[in-house]
């Protein structure tokens, strides 16, 4: 929103093509190197693929790596024929990339026996690694493609779908490994969630801001010229007077928030603010990480 902003540049579909298929890469490579040097020594399957795949490993010692194939492929082959083709050739890397992935690195060394470690970095590792393919608009299948299926049978939120999938994997391994590493999945299921909203929208939290003044004209252009900032007027009724009167947007970043509201009090006092988080602003102004793709 700021008038003195360039922007960003804009670069070729081939150029974001190859980018977001490096993504991918990356991405299951990270996912496969956390998964086989903190999830698998410690036994912690925090849902998903490869959470059956640890349970399964702990039961059978067939590699984790096979056991995916074994998943991951039919259930592939079922989401094209459900879920139609479109359900893209990117999921096909994932589904398959990501085992070979781990087949490579299952004779890495882990670096800590300590299960609370191992659910945090490795949480960490595989949510890093989720963030990257997501953004890179890919899939490792899985899970996450059955839990597609059932919101076209069922019409369940994708999420709950998601969530009741990996509950029903932790739940296995609280009965087939232990309760204890079925806690510690639930730590690093966390983790992973978290670290995979950060990867998607960054750390940098902007505000919005809501104003409602009696001088709009007065405040507007103390927003446009002093803080440097775009606004939108609104149109907005009072509930009890009934009288029109605009209400101004304007997103900030964060070190900006004391300054707009210093701005906003010299000029209209009694004026009324609400200030609240916003956690992904795309436009001029505002950095889009996902144009660099």
């Known amino acids: 929103m700021s008038k003195n902003n360039r922007r960003q540049p804009r670069f070729s579909?081939?150029?974001?093509?190859?980018?977001?298929?490096?993504?991918?890469?990356?991405?299951?490579?990270?996912?496969?190197?956390?998964?086989?040097?903190?999830?698998?020594?410690?036994?912690?399957?925090?849902?998903?693929?490869?959470?059956?795949?640890?349970?399964?490993?702990?039961v059978t010692d067939v590699p984790p790596a096979y056991i995916q194939w074994a998943l991951n492929i039919p259930v592939f082959i079922a989401g094209i024929f459900i879920l139609g083709r479109s359900f893209g050739v990117k999921t096909a890397i994932g589904s398959i990339v990501l085992p070979l992935f781990v087949l490579l690195t299952a004779h890495w060394t882990p670096p800590t026996h300590n299960p609370l470690l191992a659910a945090i970095y490795g949480g960490l590792g595989v949510g890093l690694g989720l963030g990257l393919v997501f953004r890179g608009q890919g899939s490792t299948g899985g899970l996450d493609t059955v839990a597609q299926m059932i919101r076209r049978w069922t019409g369940i939120r994708l999420g709950l779908a998601v969530a009741l999938l990996d509950?029903?994997?932790?739940?296995?391994?609280?009965?087939?490994?232990?309760?204890?590493?079925?806690?510690?999945?639930?730590?690093?299921l966390f983790v992973t969630s978290k670290t995979i909203d950060i990867v998607q929208v960054g750390l940098n939290t902007s505000k919005a801001a809501f104003i409602v003044s009696s001088e709009p004209e007065r405040v507007s252009a103390a927003i446009?010229?002093?803080?440097?900032?775009?606004?939108?007027?609104?149109?907005?009724?009072?509930?009890?007077?009934?009288?029109?009167?605009?209400?101004?947007?304007?997103?900030?970043?964060?070190?900006?928030v004391a300054k707009l509201k210093a701005l906003v009090r010299e000029v209209d006092p009694d004026a009324f603010v609400i200030i609240s988080d916003t956690t992904e602003v795309l436009g001029e102004g505002f950095h889009d990480p996902r144009l660099h793709k």
């Open 13 to 58: 579909p081939s150029v974001r093509r190859f980018a977001s298929i490096v993504s991918l890469l990356l991405g299951s490579f990270l996912i496969a190197a956390s998964f086989n040097l903190f999830l698998v020594p410690n036994s912690i399957a925090s849902g998903g693929v490869s959470g059956i795949s640890i349970i399964v490993n702990s």
């Open 167 to 188: 509950g029903l994997v932790i739940f296995t391994a609280g009965l087939l490994i232990s309760p204890e590493k079925a806690l510690y999945a639930l730590i690093g």
């Open 224 to 256: 446009l010229h002093d803080l440097d900032r775009g606004l939108t007027k609104l149109q907005g009724q009072g509930g009890y007077t009934g009288q029109s009167r605009p209400v101004l947007l304007v997103v900030v970043g964060q070190s900006e």
